[in-house]
C-alpha cells in the first residue's frame, strides 16, 4: 500500500507561538492565531503548557471540541448536568451545538504530574442547532497500533496500520494520530484525499519529505496527495500528532466561543447568551460547583 500513497507536500511551517488563555493559562496555538485564522474544519489548535487557574464557567456555540489529555487531569462539569474528570491518555469529544456553558479545570494527576493537553476546535457541517452531546474515552480504550519495534501509534480517530479507532465520536468526520516513532523509524500515514491535515511535534524532531521539523512546530499540509511521510533520523524518540478533517463548503465567522455561517449568527449567539434563550435557558442561575463549591439556586 505504502508503495502506491502519494506524499502531501509541505504548505507552510511554523512555531505554534505562545499566548494567555482562560485564567491565567498558557498555550501554544497552532490553529487560530493571525498566522493561521482558520483551517476548516479546524478553528483552533492549543497545546496547554500552563494551567494557570483553569477555565472557569464559560460558553461554546456552533462547534466541537476534542480535548486529549496527554498527563495530568482535566475536571469538567456543564450547565447539562454532565461532569467529570479526564484522565492521562483520556479523551473528550464535545458537541456544543447551539449552545453549553461548561468549565474546564486542569488539575495534577496520580503521579504529581502537571496537566499538558490538546485541545482542538472544529467547525459544526449545517449542525449549529443540534443539541449539546458528550463521547469520553478512557486512555486504555484508545486502540494503539504497532506495526514494528519503532512505530507506535495511538489512533484516536481513524485508522493505522489495520487499527481502527472507537466510532461516530464527531459529526465532523475527523482523524487524529498520536504518534511515537524511535530512531530511524519511518511512518507512512494515509489520508483521505477531502481532508485538510496538519501536524504538530510534541517532542524530538522528525523530517518531513526532506524537511526538519522540530518540537513545538505545526506543519500545513498541501491538499493534494494520499499519505504523510514521516522519518525519525535523530538520536532520540519523537512524538507528534497527525490530525486531519474534512474540508467544509461554507462561510467561517467566529468571536470567541462562538461560530456561525454568518455575521449575524455571531450577534444572535451573544444575544441568545446574555438573555438565556435559544439553548442558553439553563444559564439562568447556574454555576459550576468546580468554580464556585456551591450550585446556585
Known amino acids: 500500500m505504502a508503495s502506491k500513497m502519494v506524499p502531501r507536500n509541505i504548505a507552510s511551517k511554523f512555531l505554534a507561538g505562545v499566548q494567555p488563555e482562560g485564567a491565567g493559562a498558557s498555550v501554544r496555538r497552532a490553529i487560530g492565531t493571525l498566522k493561521v485564522r482558520n483551517f476548516t474544519p479546524f478553528l483552533m489548535m492549543d497545546h496547554l503548557i500552563s494551567t494557570g487557574d483553569g477555565f472557569p464557567d464559560h460558553p461554546h456555540r456552533g462547534q ?3 480535548t486529549y489529555v496527554l498527563q495530568g487531569n482535566v475536571d469538567h462539569e456543564d450547565f447539562t448536568g454532565s461532569k467529570g474528570t479526564i484522565g492521562p491518555g483520556g479523551l473528550q469529544f464535545m458537541t456544543a451545538g447551539r449552545g453549553i456553558v461548561h468549565a474546564e479545570m486542569p488539575k495534577k494527576d496520580a503521579l504529581g504530574r502537571d496537566p499538558e493537553i490538546i485541545q482542538l476546535w472544529v467547525d459544526l457541517p449545517k449542525l449549529k442547532q443540534t443539541e449539546p452531546r458528550y463521547r469520553d474515552l478512557d486512555g486504555s480504550e484508545i486502540p494503539i497500533a504497532r506495526p514494528n519495534e519503532q512505530i507506535e501509534s495511538k489512533v484516536i480517530a481513524g ?5 481502527r479507532s472507537v466510532q461516530d465520536l ?3 468526520p475527523v482523524v487524529f ?3 511515537r516513532v524511535q530512531p530511524g523509524g519511518g511512518i507512512v500515514q494515509p489520508i483521505p484525499e477531502d481532508f485538510n491535515v496538519f501536524l504538530y511535534v510534541l517532542n524530538g524532531s522528525i523530517q518531513v519529505n526532506g524537511e526538519t521539523v522540530d518540537r513545538h512546530h505545526c506543519v500545513l499540509f498541501e491538499k493534494e496527495g494520499t499519505s504523510i511521510n ?3 533520523e535523530a538520536s532520540a524518540e519523537a512524538r507528534f ?5 474534512k ?3 461554507q462561510p467561517i465567522f467566529q468571536h470567541g466561543p462562538f461560530v456561525d455561517t454568518s455575521g449575524w449568527g455571531i450577534l444572535k449567539a451573544f444575544w441568545d447568551f446574555e438573555r438565556a434563550k435559544n439553548g442558553f435557558e439553563r444559564c439562568n442561575g447556574w454555576a459550576s460547583k468546580l468554580v464556585t ?3 446556585k439556586k
Open 170 to 172: 464527531a459529526y465532523t
Open 247 to 249: 474540508r467544509l463548503d
Open 177 to 179: 494520530y498520536d504518534y
Open 159 to 163: 485508522e493505522s496500520y489495520g487499527v
Open 293 to 295: 463549591g456551591t450550585q
Open 64 to 66: 466541537e471540541t476534542i
Open 241 to 245: 500528532i497527525i490530525v486531519g478533517g
Open 230 to 232: 514521516a522519518t525519525v
